[in-house]
């Protein structure tokens, strides 16, 4: 299984990026997919997360109204677009894929992903 997340890089306070992030070797649409961040110095941070159909999303509070996450099952990929992007949104950024069945609830829990891409650099200069 691989995930390979790109599209991070510097953006000024206010600005926008996408990530996006190419998923291969594992039957993507069985999988709820998430993107997480890890700022220096800090823990791991949940971001959001979408359901393996793309029916339902989550987001933490602090980036709740400002990213959006999405996917497409056919391409194997999921976006996510941060807008109004701040200082404090400068972290390390991951997708993880976390096997899902139909009716549950997407997980905002790292430790309960089973695959992790390599991350993209997102910084965000005042």
């Known amino acids: 299984v691989q995930l390979q997340a790109s599209g991070g890089g510097l953006v000024q306070a206010g600005g926008s990026l996408r990530l996006s992030c190419a998923a291969s070797g594992l039957t993507f649409s069985r999988y709820a997919m998430g993107w997480f961040r890890q700022a220096p110095g800090k823990g791991r941070e949940f971001v959001a997360v979408?359901?393996?159909?793309?029916?339902?999303?989550y987001y933490s509070d602090s980036v709740k109204g400002r990213f959006t996450i999405s996917r497409d099952n056919d391409k194997k990929m999921v976006f996510l677009q941060m807008n109004s992007l701040k200082p404090e949104d400068t972290a390390v950024y991951s997708c993880?894929?976390?096997?899902?069945?139909?009716?549950?609830?997407?997980?905002?829990?790292?430790?309960?992903?089973?695959?992790w891409g390599q991350g993209t650099q997102v910084t965000v200069s005042s």
């Open positions: 993880a894929a976390d096997h899902q069945i139909l009716s549950a609830v997407p997980s905002r829990r790292f430790d309960e992903y089973d695959f």
């Open positions: 979408i359901h393996r159909s793309g029916s339902t999303t």
